[in-house]
T-cell receptor, first 115, second 109 residues
Framework: IAGITQAPTSQILAAGRRMTLRCTQD?????MYWYRQDLGLGLRLIHY???????GKGEVPDGYSVSRANTDDFPLTLASAVPSQTSVYFC??????????????FGPGTRLTVL | GQNIDQPTEMTATEGAIVQINCTYQ??????LFWYQQHAGEAPTFLSY??LDGLEEKGRFSSFLSRSKGYSYLLLKELQMKDSASYLC??????????WGAGTKLIIKP
């Protein structure tokens, strides 16, 4: 069982280019999340999905879009990358059962640099 | 606004005990989480508190006081592998996690 996988591991991208970060989980978790982590700041939620077919905006959604066509996959797209989107991106999932059962489990992350 | 405060960095000696504090001000409270994150890796779950008191799990314990908006993570018998960042997160009234910036713990021999 792999848990959560993310691809690519790292990427250098020219500003203005479109980029999709991939996230796949095999735990059959209902909820999935995208965070960015920047030095000196806490993890910030970009978008989330409580169940397949639904998505919601987090704290910093501008410049990003997501889709949730099925339970396992939750891709994050940067339509036109800007340097301020340079960050480490983590995908996470949870069973969304509430209480202790709703612990979030994280993928290994994607390190993105926008030049 | 919502706020989670943790010390930026702490240093401790191998074999000793260290306490990492976390204070929070959030819109509602539905539990507090501690995660460990080694450099260059993903956060991994350590503990969850929703009721006041101490939760013990091996060398790690986590304490919560909801009335004071305060938690701490206690690490005993420190090992070099405990060198990592420790993240405090609170689930708010919307059931979203609000994250602190993390405490970098440096263990010295």
């Amino acid at each position: 069982i792999a848990g959560i996988t993310q691809a690519p591991t790292s990427q250098i991208l020219a500003a203005g280019r479109r980029m999709t970060l991939r996230c796949t989980q095999d735990m059959r978790h209902n909820a999935m999340y995208w965070y960015r982590q920047d030095l000196g700041l806490g993890l910030r939620l970009i978008h989330y999905s409580n169940t397949a077919g639904t998505t919601g905006k987090g704290e910093v959604p501008d410049g990003y879009s997501v889709s949730r066509a099925n339970t396992d996959d939750f891709p994050l797209t940067l339509a036109s990358a800007v340097p301020s989107q340079t960050s480490v991106y983590f995908c996470a999932s949870s069973d969304s059962g509430g209480g202790a059962a709703d612990t979030q489990y994280f993928g290994p992350g994607t390190r993105l640099t926008v030049l | 606004g919502q706020n989670i405060d943790q010390p930026t960095e702490m240093t401790a000696t191998e074999g000793a005990i260290v306490q990492i504090n976390c204070t929070y001000q959030t819109s509602g409270f539905n539990g507090l989480f501690w995660y460990q994150q080694h450099a260059g890796e993903a956060p991994t779950f350590l503990s969850y508190n929703v009721l006041d008191g101490l939760e013990e799990k091996g060398r790690f314990s986590s304490f919560l006081s909801r009335s004071k908006g305060y938690s701490y993570l206690l690490l005993k018998e420190l090992q070099m592998k405990d060198s990592a960042s420790y993240l405090c997160a609170v689930r708010d009234s919307n059931y979203q996690l609000i994250w602190g910036a993390g405490t970098k713990l440096i263990i010295k021999p």
